[in-house]
């Protein structure tokens, strides 16, 4: 079903309208049918705020007649936004000279590096932070580093201590005021020991571009998808930063440099190909993305497991009405997750990967919309009500 579809039976049209949009494409027909649909412009609006989508979601929009007068709200932000993206490129050249100066190389991840010169052309979004990988040097002398250079904690309260066996130290924001963060990377993600990544190797097909004269250390785009998905099939669960995790894989696989078989193949070489598979299936069903049936079979041979089409549908419910998450105990949300990411013939991956890495505090690692305590029979009577509709849905539309 296109996204079109699915809006009518859960969650929103808006909702429904963003991912569609991640495509930058105003002529998909999932957008064109969308766009048709009553539209709640301030619920839109709001949405691509959290998301960081609003120069991406005004591009396609724009090319649209006749827009209501609350579209200009987003219009306005989205133009508030473009100058923010020439600052972060500002703050990334800064940063990246004086860690230099300092003798440590970073190598630059995720958004900073497509905006940077990672790809053609990176979707038209903004960022809450930076992510910068040390490869050279101290982490810990990285962070000394921006502190010296005017970075400031987010909170005095997220301290060394408490992100010590982190994957990143505790988060920075800017010193001129813009309300930019910054995370310097021990590694790549939560867990990535888990995954088999090998960051030597992904060093070793860095690409280096230049940026105000100065030089940086890209991934390459193979690995920008990879790091993409594993973003948001491991770290945020296939659920949170869809329209990111949409919108930077449209980038990555229209570079004309990007080669499916490439990728693939250095998928297949770790542990990710489970994550990689359903990152690219939903990004292909919620948002056009353009993958070939024969790379999702690569990556999974068993295309999805015999419950592929209710994991499908679970997860895209999930990311259409978020309401949704309310419906299903924690306990049986891990279990979908676990089934999705399951490696065939093999064991889950770590003990405990649904908590991999999370820091307990506001905003950092695990869930981040508190869950309401409900007894083990409430809760047992809305989770069967919830598979039911999903068994349900499951079946072949009229």
Not at 231 to 255: C, E, T
Not at 370 to 395: D, M
């Amino acid at each position: 079903m296109t996204p079109a579809g699915k809006s009518r039976e859960a969650g929103s049209a808006e909702v429904a309208l963003l991912l569609a949009a991640s495509g930058g494409d105003p002529s998909r027909d999932s957008v064109r049918r969308l766009m048709a649909e009553p539209i709640d412009w301030t619920r839109l609006t709001q949405l691509a705020v959290e998301s960081h989508a609003t120069p991406g979601l005004w591009e396609v929009v724009s090319s649209f007649q006749d827009l209501p007068r609350e579209a200009g709200l987003l219009q306005t932000l989205a133009v508030v936004n473009g100058f923010r993206r020439h600052h972060i490129l500002g703050l990334v050249e800064r940063v990246v000279g004086q860690l230099r100066a300092a003798g440590i190389e970073v190598l630059l991840l995720k958004g900073a590096a497509m905006l940077a010169g990672g790809v053609a052309r990176p979707a038209a979004r903004t960022m809450s932070d930076i992510d910068l990988l040390v490869v050279e040097g101290s982490p810990e002398d990285a962070w000394r580093v921006c502190r010296a250079n005017g970075w400031t904690l987010v909170d005095p309260a997220w301290t060394e201590d408490l992100y010590r066996s982190h994957h990143h130290l505790p988060p920075l924001v800017d010193p001129d005021g813009i309300s930019i963060g910054l995370e310097l990377h021990r590694t790549l993600l939560p867990g990535a020991a888990h995954l088999g990544l090998d960051v030597s190797a992904i060093r070793g097909r860095a690409r280096w571009v230049t940026l105000g004269g100065v030089a940086l250390q890209v991934p390459s785009v193979e690995d920008l998808l990879l790091h993409s998905c594993l973003h948001f099939a491991w770290s945020n669960k296939l659920q949170r930063a869809a329209w990111r995790a949409f919108a930077d894989a449209h980038a990555i696989v229209g570079d004309a440099g990007f080669d499916w078989d490439r990728f693939v193949g250095i998928a297949r070489r770790t542990r990710a190909p489970q994550a990689c598979y359903w990152a690219l299936r939903l990004a292909r069903l919620m948002s056009d993305l353009p993958v070939p049936d024969e790379v999702l079979r690569r990556l999974e041979p068993g295309e999805g497991g015999a419950f592929a089409a209710l994991l499908e549908r679970h997860f895209a419910r999930q990311m259409l009405d978020p309401t949704e998450e309310a419906a299903v105990s924690e306990r049986v949300r891990r279990w979908l997750w676990f089934a999705a990411l399951h490696e065939r013939g093999g064991s889950e991956p770590g003990a405990n990967p649904w908590n991999v890495g999370a820091v307990e505090v506001p905003g950092e690692g695990g869930d981040p919309t508190p869950r309401v305590a409900r007894g083990p029979f409430r809760a047992a009577i809305s989770t069967c009500g919830y598979l039911a509709r999903l068994v349900a849905h499951s079946r072949p539309m009229p």
